[in-house]
């Protein structure tokens, strides 16, 4: 494994193959959101949660998606607060919107873990993005009793506005349209995962663009993306990068630049602030 602490060098590297690849494939972790201002625990929390801190004693929004909610209820409450703080505010320091001027004249696909919709906020094409693990704004059958999603902007408005004492109208708690059964949030979490027609769809899309770049000059593009689901992104960024000896990989990732040995010379490797490094880049 490798990484890089004198990165000057590294980012002139990664400039010359943003300018110069046949296609960027962009692999996009939850460091990426946390550099543009998404954190969940400290001042964001306090001031979105301090309510619920107090009354169950969790510290970070993160820990609050597995409390134990007495009620659907007050459930409902925490996660529409959520989602719409994650979601439909618009939260982002200027990092996503730098990121797709920088991308936008480019021959770009994106695949991300990240489920908060970011990239569609700043400006990408819905159609060269492909959010593996779900959406903050969608909304399935916790069964699932169909391959179904829904869009959840409206109601999880009316919860927010209409919640008092930490609990939703027992009248606003989404059921399923087709059996009845509570709805859940669309995320990746276990086997009752939904991937919809729109999953699928994307999915295919980005298979057909790795496979129409084959063998050429890619720049394999990771932005914050750690160890928690490896092989939806690093893993293979690696293996395809091993294939082809035009690839290269470049990880950006603060305290957790690495590649293996087998690739390094096709690598570039950046441990420092994404921001920064942005900055740099677009000069």
């Keep these: 494994m ?20 046949d296609a960027i494939v962009i692999g996009a972790g939850a460091g990426l959101s946390t550099a543009a201002g998404f954190t969940y625990s400290g001042e964001r929390f ?37 989602i719409w703080c994650n979601r439909y505010m618009d939260v982002d320091n200027g990092t996503y919107k730098a990121l797709f001027e920088l991308m936008k004249n480019k021959n770009y696909f ?30 399935q059958c916790s069964e699932p009793c169909h391959d179904k999603t829904y869009d959840n902007e409206k109601i999880v408005k009316a919860m927010l506005d209409s919640q008092q004492d930490m609990k939703i109208p027992t009248e606003l708690i989404p059921k399923c349209p ?31 663009f790795l496979h129409a770049h084959e063998g050429e000059h890619i720049l394999f593009l990771e932005l914050g993306v750690g160890y928690n689901t490896p092989v939806i992104i690093k893993y293979p960024f690696w293996k ?10 470049a990880c950006l990732n603060f ?9 390094a010379a096709q690598s570039i490797c950046i441990d420092a602030d994404f921001g920064y490094v942005l900055n740099k880049l677009m000069l």
């Design 240 to 249: 395809m990068t091993e294939r082809n000896p035009r690839a290269v990989y």
């Design 178 to 208: 087709k059996c009845g059964k509570p709805m859940a949030m669309n995320l990746r979490s276990d086997d009752t995962f939904v991937e919809d027609e729109g999953w699928h769809k994307a999915a295919q899309l980005y298979n057909d």
């Design 255 to 263: 305290g957790e630049a690495y590649a293996p040995d087998k690739i």
């Design 110 to 139: 994106v695949i991300t873990t990240n489920v908060d919709h970011q990239f569609r906020k700043a400006g990408f094409d819905k159609s060269r993005l492909f959010y593996t693990q779900g959406d903050y704004g969608l909304f």
């Design 2 to 21: 490798k990484y890089t602490k004198d990165y000057s060098a590294e980012i002139e590297r990664l400039k010359k193959e943003i300018d110069t690849a």
């Design 46 to 82: 306090e001031r979105f949660f301090s309510d619920f801190e107090a009354k169950c004693g969790f510290h970070d929004m993160y820990s609050g998606g597995f409390f134990p909610f007495e009620t659907p209820e007050e459930m409902w409450a925490y996660w529409s607060r959520f």
